[in-house]
């Protein structure tokens, strides 16, 4: 059984009352999106779930403002007692909604945007309401996510996203259609000798070449972890 909560350098993150404990892919998602720390800037979080990647953010850079949106209202609860908890309460605000209904009211325009998206598509639903808002795309569609971030994202501004490799590699082409470009992709692997099993990306409005790049957790040697995968996240796992 999972923990209750989740240990990190700098923070706790509770999660008794969120259906999606904190995972390889949000930590990593959270890492290895880029931040401007020189400048300020906001930042959207979408799916706040437990708060852990708006926590991340503002810990990343003293300079960045973060909203996030949660529609469970259980997970809301959650991410703001974590929130709360944490050292930069005053640079993070959630709201309560569906991701469709916050990108057609808000006025607001982001530099980033991150999102750990719902992404089963055409699999067997839990008996758990909670659990499929969290990992079924009937409640944020690949669609209404990219409408939502064409909405509020700015010009200039990045979006960064983890799928499965599949639905990843498909989110490109959807977006691509609608005049958002893939310029960052690492394909995310157990081991060097795996097949990648997530894909990390990052999207703009401006099309350049993309930055492509491979990151395996461990050696293959088991509890080995790789020196990338530690850099990457040394800030956050209280062994690295």
């Known amino acids: 059984m999972p923990n209750d909560y989740f240990q990190l350098k700098q923070f706790t993150i509770y999660q008794h ?3 999606m404990k904190v995972g390889t892919d949000c930590i990593l998602l959270g890492a290895w999106t880029k931040v401007d720390a020189s400048k300020n800037s ?3 979080d979408i799916g706040a779930g437990s708060g852990i990647l708006s926590i991340m953010l503002a810990q990343r850079s003293a300079n960045i403002f973060v909203d996030g949106v949660e529609i469970d209202k259980q997970a809301f609860l959650q991410a703001l007692e974590n929130i709360n908890l944490c050292p930069w309460a005053d640079r993070i605000c959630l709201c309560n909604n569906s991701f469709q209904e916050f990108a057609r009211k808000n006025k607001e325009k982001y530099e980033l945007i991150i999102s750990n998206p719902p992404y089963f598509i055409q699999l067997l639903s839990s008996p758990d309401e909670q659990r499929n808002m969290a990992r079924h795309s009937d409640f944020l569609s690949q669609e209404d996510l990219l409408d939502g971030v064409l909405k ?3 010009p200039d501004g990045i979006f960064s996203v983890v799928f499965p490799v599949t639905e990843g590699l ?5 977006a691509e259609r609608q005049g958002l470009y893939c310029n960052r992709k690492t394909s995310v ?10 894909l990390l990306l990052q999207f703009s409005m401006i099309k350049t070449t993309v930055e492509e790049a491979v990151l395996c957790i461990d050696t293959g040697v088991r509890h080995q972890y790789s ?3 530690i850099e990457l996240t040394k800030d956050f796992y209280l062994n690295f």
Do not use: G, T
């Open 17 to 19: 009352n969120v259906a």
């Open 42 to 44: 906001r930042a959207l």
């Open 152 to 154: 509020v994202l700015k």
């Open 170 to 174: 498909s989110f490109i082409q959807k």
């Open 189 to 198: 692997k157990a081991n060097p000798q795996k097949e990648a099993k997530r």
């Open 227 to 229: 020196p990338e995968y």
